[in-house]
């Protein structure tokens, strides 16, 4: 019987959506984080009869035919964008992306990660990095004696110092943006790379070719609806055990065809 086979592909993807759920809601605190969502789509058709078959000696048509269908399968896990409320923290190096667009990132490998987490911290050399360590382009270093940090709006870091009335211009953060946000791969960390799927990203000074502007002293909260990811969860908790109902049903079909006499 396909129905097992049909069932058990039911089950799959309902587990799936599970771990989806169970990861977003996971990461309910991570700052900056987008939910993620499952796509399915159904599976191949078995045509035992195609529409549009002469049925008869006449030429008559079947207007339908008959299609049996042979299951779900797993399409995408895209990242639902969105933004949610900005918390203040009052740290002068948390910043908040308003809108559109990706803090840059240096990675150990060479290779170019991106971020809306803004909780950046000073290394022992003074460089701008994120929580992990990794270097924010263009690599800004903040002088030791520097008794406070501004960064405005439009990304313009300046450096207080106690022996000087004027700030100090140290460098110019920007943001990254890609035609195709939902096809950066995602590495963990709260970091993305550029994929074929995204298309090569383009850089500009935030509030720019509409990109968003920086927020010194906030962070971006997680976009996770906790009410919507627990409806989500029971959906897929009810559609796991529908098909496992069916699994059930089938086997019973199959114990009393085995017991005709």
């Known amino acids: 019987m ?12 309902q587990q799936m959506k599970v771990d989806v759920v169970s990861n977003n809601l996971a990461n309910m605190s991570t700052t900056g984080y987008n939910p993620r969502r499952a796509d399915f789509a159904d599976l191949y058709y078995q045509q035992v009869t195609r529409p549009g078959s002469i049925s008869a000696a006449d030429g008559s048509m079947l207007p339908t035919g008959v299609q049996i269908g042979l299951g779900v399968r797993p399409t995408s896990v895209s990242v639902v964008q ?3 409320s900005l918390d203040p923290t009052g740290a002068d ?8 667009g990706y803090i840059e990132v240096q990675l150990p490998s060479g290779q170019t990660g991106y971020t ?3 909780a950046l911290k000073r290394s022992a050399d003074g460089l701008i990095v994120t929580s ?3 270097t924010v382009v263009p690599g800004l270093t903040i002088p030791s004696d520097a008794r406070g940090i501004t960064i405005s709006p439009s990304g313009e870091v300046w ?9 100090e211009l140290l460098g110019q953060l920007t943001l990254s943006a890609f035609s195709n946000e939902k096809g950066l791969e995602a590495i963990g960390s709260n970091l993305f790379v550029e994929s074929p799927a995204s298309g090569p990203a383009f850089s500009a000074e935030p509030g720019q070719d509409g990109l968003g502007t920086l927020r010194q002293g906030y962070l971006e909260s997680s976009s996770v609806d906790a009410v919507r990811e627990v409806t989500e969860l029971i959906k897929a908790q009810r559609g796991y055990e529908l098909n ?3 699994i059930t049903a089938v086997d019973q079909m199959l114990s009393a065809t085995t017991q005709v006499r």
């Open 82 to 84: 969105g933004q949610k």
């Open 244 to 246: 496992a109902k069916v």
């Open 116 to 118: 809306r987490d803004g």
């Open 132 to 134: 992990d360590g990794f």
């Open 159 to 167: 450096a207080d110092f106690a022996d000087r009335v004027e700030p």
């Open 93 to 100: 190096l948390d910043l908040a992306i308003d809108g559109n």
């Open 2 to 13: 396909k129905a097992l086979q049909i069932a058990a592909t039911g089950m799959a993807a």
